[in-house]
């Protein structure tokens, strides 16, 4: 597990939170800011860390750690999903929430660690949570000022950082990709 790991993004705010949550566990760098872009083609969340994990290890001939997550809100069908990032952020959520009752939400994260094209894991991470009314706090990124996790009433960017990494569906995807990772080499 010594060996360097790529995180598959270009998101300082995403890389510092898994570098914090990996600590000690993992050696994992960003990407070169050189690198393109990777497709992300699919519908879903795992075609989508899958391809992009693909892509970068092909790119870099290096063992590479996907994400992709996503904000699902069941009264609005769904969305905003798979394409969070590009959705509209919190303005846009609230504005479509506005005159909904049911704000029940849940974050989903789907990691991918591609070794080769014979050798990758996948593991998920779900949070459960609800919308707040308006934007509240200034720590985090993202939807962390609307997201009220289960059993809390702050929200996400309320509670800071340093809880988010013990509790976010991220953290909770990370920490099983970590026990599947126990022993196994990144090298090929």
Known sequence: MG???????????????VQNLLEGILDIE?????VPEAPEPHADLYGNALAKATFYAQHLGLPVIAED???FVPALGGQPGVQSAHFGGPARLLE????LSDRRAYFTAVVVAYISSRKYFFSTGFWQGEIAETPRGSEGFGYDPVFIPAGRKETVAELGQ???????HRSRAFRKLVK???GISPQE
């Open 162 to 168: 340093a809880w988010k990494q013990h509790h976010s």
């Open 96 to 99: 479509a929430m506005r005159d």
């Open 3 to 17: 060996a360097k790991w790529v995180f598959a993004t270009k998101n300082p705010h995403k890389l510092a939170e």
């Open 180 to 182: 599947m990772l126990q």
């Open 30 to 34: 960003g990407l070169p800011s050189d």
């Open 69 to 71: 997550s996503g904000l």
